[in-house]
């Protein structure tokens, strides 16, 4: 997609939403690893707010996420009541901004700024590790209690996978994967085989924010969750989705800038012990922890696969969905070892 002005579609944006504060300065505060764009937008010398620009998937979609974060935000009570950031809104719905012109349709929307405190480190201790536990099964747990009051979700873990197997019958499908189609065509029946099997339709499902680098969120000076950001990923699906970005958070080699995505994590001692401490707090059932499997195979054919040039810079985007072709994918059975996290959770 050919990149247009992006700075003056955000001033055109804010202009629409509040046209008697006029604009200091635009900022791309980007990170460079997706392809989203996010802008500082300063209003007064001590005011500003965050613009997301992004031209990935449906507009309806990027309203529907919007629209259910907001409602999210608005249920969730303490200690969890201001930790996602608020989107602005006009006549009381998420206030959205499309650009459309031919060959290009461009979306932004507006947060509300949100404090960061401490970031955890590159590579947790145990302590951490534990701590991080119990806040996210606290969170999970909070989530699950105001699912019930949300707005319907229009995207499902299997009709995504539909789409895919769909889109292998096209010219775009065999131009795009080429040799790939039919080891595609097989983990993408799989994994709808297994969803079944496993009785996936009878797991309760709550709003998931799936990418939990280090970077997406923040803790306050006692270790509890303060504030989170960033909702590319965002979906309402069964919560062991959030567990593989997890398993890497904890990971023994920690954050780091050159990342691959293999499963090895899932069962490091290290995630072993955060999927205990969070069993005790919100234990999980022997489907869901079986589902992780499927989980993973579900990332790597949905956000490397199908989605890795939009979801990564192409730095990025080429490499993974080689890994994903050449390992990833071939080597899931071998690698995933379900039996030894059941164990962990005596289940």
Same mark, same amino acid.
Do not use: M
């Given at each position: 997609m050919r990149q =247009?002005? *992006? +700075?003056? %579609?955000?001033?055109d944006a804010w202009q629409a939403l509040n046209p008697?504060? +006029? %604009?200091?300065e635009i900022t791309d505060i980007s990170v460079r690893v997706s392809t989203n764009y996010v802008y500082k937008v300063q209003l007064t +010398?001590?005011? !500003?707010? %965050? $613009?997301?620009l992004s031209y990935f998937g449906k507009y309806e979609h990027f309203c529907e996420d919007h629209t259910l974060v907001n409602a999210l935000v608005r249920n969730l009570e303490a200690p969890f009541k201001k930790f996602l950031a608020r989107s602005y809104t006009l006549d009381g719905n998420v206030f959205t901004y499309r650009y459309r012109h031919p060959g290009q349709d461009v979306w932004v929307v507006f947060y509300r700024p949100v404090r960061i405190r401490e970031k955890l480190p590159r590579r947790l201790g145990n302590d951490d590790i534990v701590n991080l536990a119990g806040e996210m099964a606290r969170f999970h747990l909070a989530c699950h209690q105001v699912a019930p009051k949300l707005p319907h979700s229009s995207k499902t873990l299997r009709s995504d996978m539909q789409d895919l197997i769909e889109t292998l019958d096209t010219s775009d499908g065999t131009l795009e994967f080429g040799g790939h189609i039919n080891l595609?065509?097989? /983990? $993408?029946?799989? &994994?709808?085989?297994?969803?079944?099997? =496993?009785? *996936?339709n009878e797991m309760a499902e709550i709003p998931v924010f799936v990418?939990?680098? %280090? @970077?997406? !969120?923040?803790?306050?000076?006692? @270790?509890?969750l303060y504030s989170r950001w960033d909702y590319d990923w965002f979906r309402v699906c069964n919560r062991v989705m959030?567990? *593989?970005f997890l398993s890497r958070v904890v990971s023994d080699v920690g954050d780091r800038t050159m990342? /691959? #995505? =293999?499963p090895d994590t899932l069962h490091e001692e290290r995630f072993l012990l955060f999927l205990k401490t969070y069993h005790a707090i919100f234990p999980l059932t022997e489907n869901e922890i079986r589902f992780m499997k499927e989980i993973y195979r579900f990332f790597i054919l949905q956000y490397v696969v199908k989605f890795g040039n *939009? &979801?990564? /810079?192409?730095? #990025?985007a080429s490499r993974l969905q080689q890994e994903a072709f050449t390992t990833y994918l071939p080597q899931l059975d071998a690698r995933m070892d379900v039996e030894k996290i059941l164990r962990a959770c005596n289940l």
């Open positions: =247009l002005d *992006y +700075p003056t %579609i955000v001033a008697d504060q +006029p %604009i200091l +010398p001590l005011r !500003f707010v %965050i $613009a997301k595609i065509r097989q /983990h $993408a029946s799989t &994994f709808l085989e297994q969803s079944h099997v =496993l009785r *996936y990418d939990w680098n %280090i @970077g997406n !969120f923040s803790l306050n000076k006692e @270790g509890k959030d567990f *593989y990342f /691959h #995505y =293999l *939009y &979801f990564f /810079h192409h730095v #990025y």
